[in-house]
């Protein structure tokens, strides 16, 4: 049998799931393509079809109690651009392979939105302690609140024995039932980054020659972890330079404290306090990210203003957070 984790990886990047934005900024232009699905046919083995099990474990809200279709778990092959089962209607029936139904925007609630700085906002919540395993990130339109797209990797450790990979997947994602599904495509952190700048770059928001930083874009994380504590460490295991795409981002965390004058500590938090239900599973990193979207929607909606809380010194290396009423 033709195991996926090969094959996948000779799959040409750029046709698996980023859209071209087009060269028109037309909100709706740019909707309009990114609604596309971009199936892709590859070899598929038994093997790997049973790794699409359900997953178990799952706190199984839908976001619109009212709507008629159920929720169902995102197959995380789509995902990574790596779904060959699109024609499979057993699986299109028990998989989502849409994440937009998870971030619907209420129409009626753009009234108090403000102009915001920013056109787009990358949602990031990394998993993973010793190295990253998980890669996950949203788009959303910062105006239209808008889900545009999504780019997510499972990571595989650089400095880790195998046998230590294997117990520690087993031990973070064996819960979720999504184990198989990292084994077959985890990759490791560079290439990540690689396909990473391949899809920012296909939406306008990143060009290499133009210094690195992110245009009209930034990154939104739940705290400050991510980007000043976790991505450089990765970066020095993998041994690779701090990307200056990196060098800002928005902590949530003290944009929700300065917009409703209350702290939250975490995630979890603010979706109880925003009344939204949990949808997929806690610590799965793509189902966090959406779950942030969420609450990020929610605050634009609301009136909420996204913009920088944190920036690194490209000389010192220091960070210099931005707000005065922050969560330390
Ligand atoms: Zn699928």
Redesign the pocket.
């Known amino acids: 049998m033709v195991s996926l984790s090969s094959s996948a990886r000779l799959l040409p990047f750029p046709l698996l799931q980023s859209f071209i934005r087009p060269f028109s900024s037309s909100a709706t232009l740019l909707r309009g393509y990114s609604r596309r699905s971009s199936p892709i046919a590859a070899a598929f083995s038994q093997a790997s079809q049973s790794s699409?099990a359900v997953r178990e474990g799952q706190v199984m809200e839908a976001p619109r109690p009212s709507s008629r279709r159920p929720w169902k778990p995102t197959?995380?092959?789509?995902t990574q651009g790596k779904?060959?089962?699109?024609k499979?209607a057993m699986?299109?029936e028990k998989?989502s392979?849409n994440l937009m139904v998870d971030l619907p925007v209420n129409a009626s609630a753009t009234d108090k939105v403000k102009p915001q700085k920013l056109d787009y906002l990358l949602i990031l919540d990394l998993e993973g302690k010793v190295e990253i395993l998980e890669f996950p990130v949203v788009m959303i339109d910062a105006q239209s609140m808008e889900f545009i797209d999504s780019f997510h990797r499972f990571v595989r450790p650089t400095a880790m024995s195998e046998h230590r990979i294997r117990e520690y997947i087993e031990g973070k994602y064996g819960k979720f039932g999504v184990d198989r599904v990292w084994h077959d495509t985890a990759i490791h952190f560079k290439e990540v980054l690689q396909e990473f700048e391949d899809w920012i770059g296909n939406h306008n928001l990143w060009k290499k020659e133009q210094g690195g930083s992110l245009n009209n874009a930034a990154f939104v994380t739940c705290g400050n972890w991510d980007l000043k504590t976790k991505v450089p460490e990765q970066c020095k295991v993998s041994k690779i330079k701090l990307p200056t795409y990196f060098m800002e981002w928005i902590n949530l965390k003290d944009i929700y404290l300065n917009f409703y004058c209350r702290r939250a500590t975490g995630m979890m938090t603010m979706m109880r306090e925003l009344q939204l239900p949990i949808v997929g599973s806690h610590h799965l990193g793509i189902d966090d990210s959406k779950n942030i979207a969420r609450v990020v929607q929610h605050m634009l909606a609301d009136g909420a203003m996204m913009q920088i809380t944190a920036k690194r010194q490209s000389a010192t290396g220091d960070v210099k957070f931005l707000f005065k009423d922050r969560i330390r």
Not at 75 to 78: F, I, R, V
Not at 83 to 86: G, L, R, V, Y
């Open positions: 699409h197959c995380l092959y789509y779904c060959a089962m699109m499979d699986h299109l998989f392979h």
